[in-house]
């Protein structure tokens, strides 16, 4: 396990929270990956904090937002475009094989810092994606009103 998965894990550790990691093996995966699940008020989100060995970069991704039907992924794409301009560090963007909205944010960090500015993107990703949920199923005409706990 890379130092930098190492020092994210032992923060993740200390907050008590749950998490699977998948260490790269080989040079067909160069990145240590930290798995791990949340569910927000609206949304349930699969992710991923990628850390490459050699660079003081990690990717956090939230995969398989939701599912867009082809008949509304014009639309969905134009919400998406909004969403990138607001969010500047996020990218929202729609997967075309699979139909999946996705959320990508890049962190570049010091060797001090990684783990801490690791685990706010991540939390302001997740923070984000629960926020946006709503709007996007109603791009899609799936907008129930009500979270499930409110």
């Keep these: ?10 923060l993740l550790d200390e907050k008590n929270l749950r998490y699977r990691v998948l260490e790269a093996e080989g040079p067909n995966a160069p990145d240590d990956r930290v798995l791990m699940k949340f569910q927000g008020h609206y949304a349930s989100m699969e992710t991923c904090v990628f850390f490459p060995e050699k660079v003081q970069l990690a990717g956090v991704r939230i995969f398989r937002v939701a599912q867009v039907p ?4 014009e639309e969905v794409l134009r919400l998406l475009n909004q969403w ?12 075309p094989s699979s ?19 690791c ?15 709503p709007t996007l199923l109603e791009a899609m005409g799936d907008f129930q009103a009500k979270p499930e706990n409110s």
């Design 1 to 10: 396990m890379f130092n930098s998965t190492s020092q994210f894990t032992k």
């Design 70 to 73: 082809v008949e509304k992924r």
């Design 84 to 95: 990138n301009r607001r969010f500047v560090l996020a990218k929202f963007y729609l997967d």
């Design 99 to 117: 139909g999946f909205v996705e959320i990508a944010v890049d962190v570049l960090y010091q060797e001090d810092n990684g783990a801490q500015l």
């Design 119 to 133: 685990f706010e993107a991540l939390n302001r990703a997740v923070s984000t994606c629960d926020m946006v949920f």
